[in-house]
């Protein structure tokens, strides 16, 4: 059964950091690719990051790149989403999702694993 559990969620003002984590089981982790989404109301659900098996790739939307960082520790089955210089616009409830495909495939319909959201809240 494929686990995964957000957490690190909260308020922090503009210009400030988080640092996101995603629990996955131990088989959900070596054999998947995870990404993060985001869904902010009004809004569609958007892609934010992916990582690939071992780490080694990642890929970002250009609304974070440069600030946003994801990272994944096999040792403790989790990936990370380092949030940095954070904007009233990234205020959302943020997901972690698996999938067994490439990396780059980044649509939310591939993504059959999900998360139950951990909210971030950014103040102006």
């Known amino acids: 059964q494929v686990q995964l559990v957000e957490s690190g969620g909260g308020l922090v003002q503009a210009g400030g950091s988080l640092r996101l984590s995603c629990a996955a089981s131990?088989?959900?982790?070596?054999?998947?690719?995870m990404a993060w989404f985001r869904h902010a109301p009004g809004k569609k659900r958007e892609f934010v990051a992916a990582i690939n098996l071992s780490g080694s790739g990642t890929y970002y939307a250009d609304s974070v790149k440069g600030r946003f960082t994801s990272s994944r520790d096999s040792s403790v089955n989790t990936m990370y989403l380092q949030m940095n210089s954070l904007k009233p616009e990234d205020a959302a409830v943020y997901y972690c999702?698996?999938?067994?495909?490439?990396?780059?495939?980044?649509?939310?319909?591939?993504?059959?694993?999900w998360g139950q959201g951990t909210q971030v809240t950014v103040s102006s």
């Open positions: 131990r088989y959900t982790f070596s054999a998947y690719t």
């Open positions: 999702a698996a999938h067994a495909g490439y990396f780059r495939n980044t649509s939310p319909s591939m993504f059959p694993y």
